[in-house]
């Protein structure tokens, strides 16, 4: 779980002003607990807002970003405003990447347009630009990520990873673990690495009340995913272990992840978690940590 939350304290539900987001973060970051801790996702209009903070991090420890791009990328007009949200990035990474460094963009997109392909290739090399290691993932509809993954595996494009959304403030927003399953497997036959966001509050598939829904748990959502990719649950154990409403059989070990009878060693959890699955975004980092806690898992 090393690395697992991004931190959107900016977005609903929580929707906190920025400072009070960014104070949490560098509390987070500064706690015994910052191991759980991945990036801060910033949308870009806020840059400038980090500047009076950037002197609480180091060369040593760097804030690490997660910048979201506005907009949603369909036609050759978004595709300008891209080159000027680009060049404001770089801007911002001469002056500050000493101690702030983008690890990441992220973006809706609309892969019914009929210039995918080209949007896709245009992306990847523009953001070449920045840091070797930087990735944009972008956001489809969730019924689209077959034809996105396969056009970038086709495309052989190795910067461009896409975005799962698994909830929202509303019931509509959550997908079924089937529809889940589905973009897990299409990631899986393409190649293509997976992040995910909204939703995943709580380690364990349960009803919240307030929302009036089932909300995926992100243990059941990391998981399930990582048995399959491993090829030890196929996708019929996949749906069943998304929506496993029991803690008990979930297990962590010192050398392994286990779901009933089928574990998983830390090493292939380790290169999964790097090349595949990589992190989700919550607007919470106590309900998350607090709940591990809770399950003993933490």
Not at 120 to 133: G, Q, R, V
Not at 188 to 197: I, P, S
Not at 218 to 239: H, K, M, P, Q, R
Request: hydrophobic share 35%; aromatic share 10%; charged share 20%.
């Amino acid at each position: 779980m090393e690395s697992l939350i991004d931190y959107a304290g900016l977005f609903p539900p929580s929707e906190l002003p920025f400072d009070d987001a960014i104070s949490n973060y560098k509390l987070y970051f500064s706690s015994s607990d910052s191991w759980i801790l991945n990036r801060f996702i910033c949308p870009i209009s806020k840059l400038n807002n980090l500047l009076p903070h950037l002197s609480d991090f180091t060369a040593e420890k760097p804030l690490h970003l997660s910048v979201l791009l506005t907009g949603n990328f369909q036609d050759d007009t978004y595709i300008n405003k891209f080159h000027e949200e680009l060049s404001t990035i770089k801007t911002f990474e001469d002056q500050y990447g000493d101690v702030c460094k983008i690890k990441s963009l992220e973006a809706k997109i609309d892969t019914q347009n009929n210039n995918l392909n080209d949007i896709l290739n245009i992306l990847s090399t523009s953001i070449k630009s920045l840091d070797n290691s930087v990735e944009i993932f972008l956001e489809p509809i969730i019924t689209d990520f077959s034809t996105i993954s396969n056009q970038i595996s086709t495309s052989n494009i190795k910067n461009i990873q896409l975005k799962l959304r698994c909830g929202g403030i509303v019931p509509e927003a959550f997908p079924s673990s089937k529809t889940i399953a589905s973009a897990l497997s299409f990631c899986k036959k393409n190649n293509v690495k997976l992040k995910f966001t909204a939703g995943l509050h709580h380690p364990i598939r349960h009803f919240d009340e307030e929302i009036g829904t089932k909300m995926h748990g992100f243990v059941n959502v990391f998981g399930s995913a990582l048995l399959f990719y491993t090829g030890i649950i196929d996708e019929t154990n996949l749906i069943e272990a998304l929506e496993d409403e029991n803690p008990h059989n979930f297990a962590f070990k010192n050398t392994s992840f286990s779901w009933k009878n089928n574990s998983l060693p830390v090493n292939a959890i380790v290169d999964l978690r790097e090349e595949a699955l990589l992190s989700y975004g919550s607007c919470s980092f106590n309900e998350p940590r607090d709940d591990l806690k809770d399950l003993g898992w933490m």
